[in-house]
């Protein structure tokens, strides 16, 4: 019907991405993910474990609840290219694939520069502060790797150490970061940008102790079914639980959701008459 569902005075980027399981309570209740009270956003796992799936979910779900004034995104896809049935979305102001250096290297300048307009903006003031009291739209960025490791090895690590800066000063501008990785270290996200991730979340990983280092606990009841894409883990308030990704649209197969994503998007960007990202 045109309309998104968020809408209104937004002081939250809350969004459902899937299932948690329950035992204790004999409950399942949903999975989800506020980027605003979490911050930073963290997906880890195996390969084929379900991480581009699940920013497929994540992604779909938030153009569907809040509008481009709300939010928008820059996607840097080094996996498997899911997210170029995003580019369409009047959220989204670029997918960038490996090999595309030049595109790369202007996204990077774009945000470099955005970052410095939000500090000039706020005046020592935080993003959630500038929303509570002016009363203006100011949309939040989202800054999403899939395949943070590629990433590092195709750039050489050109970029980390504004991705640094981001991951510290990022959420009190209202820029947030989403990344998937094998895990935390040297090889994967690295402790100076990882030690800025709040929220994590665990699909398949090779061992107990990864899940440990994973979620940054120190014990851990379950361990997700194996061979299961979407399965994982996630600390909440009542403990870590098992959680099932959810899908972003009903398809018969990932080539059809992807389909069904890009129309989704065209519609989108044809009833949009606001202001979208640079």
């Given at each position: 019907?045109?309309?998104?569902?968020?809408?209104?005075?937004?002081?939250?980027?809350?969004?459902?991405?899937?299932?948690?399981?329950?035992?204790?309570?004999?409950?399942?209740?949903?999975?989800?993910?506020?980027?605003?009270?979490?911050?930073?956003?963290?997906?880890?796992?195996?390969?084929?474990?379900?991480?581009?799936?699940?920013?497929?979910?994540?992604?779909y779900a938030m153009t569907c609840r809040y509008t481009?004034?709300?939010?928008?995104?820059?996607?840097?896809?080094?996996?498997?290219?899911?997210?170029?049935?995003?580019?369409?979305?009047?959220?989204?102001?670029g997918v960038v694939f490996e090999n595309q250096e030049e595109k790369l290297s202007r996204l990077f300048f774009l945000l470099e520069r955005l970052v410095g307009e939000r500090k000039r903006m706020l005046k020592g003031g935080t993003y959630v502060q500038y929303l509570q009291s002016s009363g203006e739209s100011l949309p939040a960025m989202v800054v999403v790797i899939d395949g943070y490791a590629g990433f590092r090895e195709k750039t050489k690590n050109r970029y980390e150490d504004f991705l640094v800066?981001?991951?510290?000063?990022?959420?009190?501008?209202?820029?947030?970061?989403?990344?998937?990785?094998?895990?935390?270290?040297?090889?994967?996200?690295?402790?100076?940008?990882?030690?800025h991730f709040r929220s994590t979340?665990?699909?398949?990983?090779?061992?107990?102790f990864q899940y440990l280092d994973a979620l940054r606990v120190h014990r851990i009841e379950v361990v997700p079914e194996a061979d299961c894409k979407g399965r994982g883990l996630a600390n909440t308030p009542g403990g870590v639980l098992e959680f099932q990704t959810a899908l972003a649209l009903r398809a018969d197969d990932d080539y059809e959701r992807g389909n069904k994503i890009r129309e989704a998007g065209t519609d989108m960007a044809e009833v949009w008459k606001g202001r979208r990202p640079k």
């Open positions: 019907d045109g309309k998104w569902q968020g809408g209104g005075n937004r002081i939250s980027l809350e969004t459902m991405v899937g299932l948690l399981d329950d035992p204790e309570n004999q409950a399942q209740v949903p999975l989800t993910v506020d980027l605003l009270e979490d911050g930073h956003l963290a997906v880890l796992g195996t390969v084929a474990s379900g991480k581009s799936t699940f920013l497929q979910t994540f992604i481009p004034d709300e939010v928008q995104m820059y996607l840097l896809d080094f996996g498997n290219r899911i997210l170029e049935s995003f580019a369409h979305m009047p959220h989204v102001g800066q981001l991951a510290r000063e990022g959420t009190g501008c209202g820029i947030y970061l989403v990344f998937t990785a094998g895990g935390f270290g040297a090889n994967e996200i690295a402790s100076r940008i990882g030690s979340l665990a699909l398949e990983m090779g061992d107990r």
